[in-house]
């Protein structure tokens, strides 16, 4: 017998947080599952770190992934200026 995802997807719902006597513990088994997919897969995902810049005129903080490859709002010292901060007199 074969299982659609949606079969898979309620017993997951069922088994690991339903049952589970906690958020806690549902949150848990459901990383582990993840965790066990993610295994499974044959080309892997890449968890590339999370880096943060933060604006050095508003204070708003930036995924680095979101600055352009050529650069676009970092200054001459390194620094960064968001988007809004270098087009906002513009507007």
Do not use: K
């Not at 513990?25 to 968890?47: C, F, G, I, K, W």
């Not at 880096?51 to 204070?59: D, I, Q």
């Amino acid at each position: 017998m074969a299982y659609t995802v949606e079969d898979i997807t309620e017993l997951i719902r069922y088994h690991l947080v339903a049952a589970a006597p906690d958020d806690e513990v549902a949150d848990r088994n459901l990383v582990q599952l993840t965790r066990s997919v993610e295994a499974m897969l044959a080309t892997p995902v890449s968890h590339e770190p999370i880096n943060w810049m933060v604006c050095e005129e508003c204070g708003a903080w930036v995924d680095s992934e979101l600055i352009g490859p050529d650069g676009a709002g970092e200054s001459d010292d390194g620094g960064f200026y968001c988007t809004s901060c270098r087009f906002g007199e513009e507007a």
